[in-house]
């Protein structure tokens, strides 16, 4: 277990990959494992889920309150997704890097492509499903979404592995496996801390 400590060059993170494919299990572990990173709770417009806290999961925003931030340049990222709005708060990633942390983004691939625009030297990680009929199982077993919201997330997760190849690693979930999944991604972190030249994030 890793040490609560500020680090000279810290980094920012983008953890994605398709809807279902197990990614804020794998970054709640991760973080609970390695304190030095912290996870970016994302703004959204779609409903609350059964279970849901506001400001853990999700900070729930009505739509005009969503644009009223996205106005202001709140948000590092924003994406429509699904019929909803998603965006990373940018007054959050900036507290946690000043405060020599890694701030770990849990977003979609649509957010994660805007980051690597706007952050060049943000560290893009894409988790993997170990097959699209794992995949399609962890969608149905979900049972909060209808057959046609659940088709629209399988056509969306084909392109989006289509694409996984543009990030800087790829990393498989495997079912069962959230530990050694969380345990890869902070392996990749620290082979990048140590990289030379480091990446320097610049918001």
Do not use: C
């Given at each position: ?95 946690i890097l000043r405060a020599g ?60 592995i289509a694409a996984a190849n543009d ?37």
């Amino acid at each position: 277990m890793s040490k609560r400590m500020a680090f000279p060059n810290p980094m920012l993170v983008v953890v994605s990959g398709p809807s279902g494919v197990g990614k804020s299990t794998i970054v709640a572990e991760l973080a609970r494992r390695h304190p030095q990173v912290v996870p970016i709770v994302t703004a959204t417009t779609r409903p609350r889920r059964p279970g849901e806290i506001d400001g853990v999961h999700y900070h729930f925003m009505t739509a005009d309150e969503f644009e009223r931030l996205r106005a202001n340049h709140g948000l590092l990222e924003a994406a429509e997704v699904h019929g909803h709005w998603y965006g990373t708060p940018l007054d959050q990633v900036r507290g946690i890097l000043r405060a020599g942390r890694d701030a770990i983004l849990t977003i979609d691939p649509q957010g994660a492509r805007e980051v690597r625009r706007r952050v060049p030297d943000a560290l893009l990680i894409f988790v993997m499903p170990p097959s699209m009929d794992v995949l399609n199982d962890r969608l149905s077993s979900r049972g909060s979404e209808d057959e046609a919201t659940q088709a629209l997330r399988r056509h969306n997760a084909v392109v989006e592995i289509a694409a996984a190849n543009d990030y800087d690693e790829i990393v498989v979930n495997e079912t069962g496996q959230v530990e050694e999944a969380a345990e890869r991604i902070w392996d990749v972190i620290q082979a990048q801390a140590r990289r030379d030249p480091p990446r320097r994030v610049r918001l």
